[in-house]
């Protein structure tokens, strides 16, 4: 009987985002978009498959603790990162609002 691997954050610059890999598979992914020293995380997904295993808690954790290595601030546009920040005070002092302003900015670099 063979025992499941840990899974590995790592990051993709070229996708911009971090992924979430579980024997080597991708399971899951955080997007996100520099703006002005910030990372601004607008979307999390897990493959239906993965559910319920705490992987996006897993990711985003790796993820906002590479943002802190980084030197980088935090914007949690989306609602994943958002909810895990509540539950996650150790990231407050890198977190900043989401503006009107850079909701504006990621709308424009996404369409």
Known sequence: MSTPSTPVVERSDERHRY???VDGELAGFTEYLDHDGQR?????LVEEAFAGRGLA???????????RAAG???VPICPY?????TKHQEFADLTDEVTP???AWLRGRLS
């Open 57 to 67: 808690g897993q990711l985003v954790q790796e993820a906002l603790t590479d943002v």
């Open 81 to 85: 990162v958002a909810k895990f920040l």
């Open 72 to 74: 980088k601030r935090i």
């Open 40 to 44: 601004v995380f607008y979307h999390t």
């Open 19 to 21: 992924e979430i890999l």
């Open 101 to 103: 302003e850079v909701k």
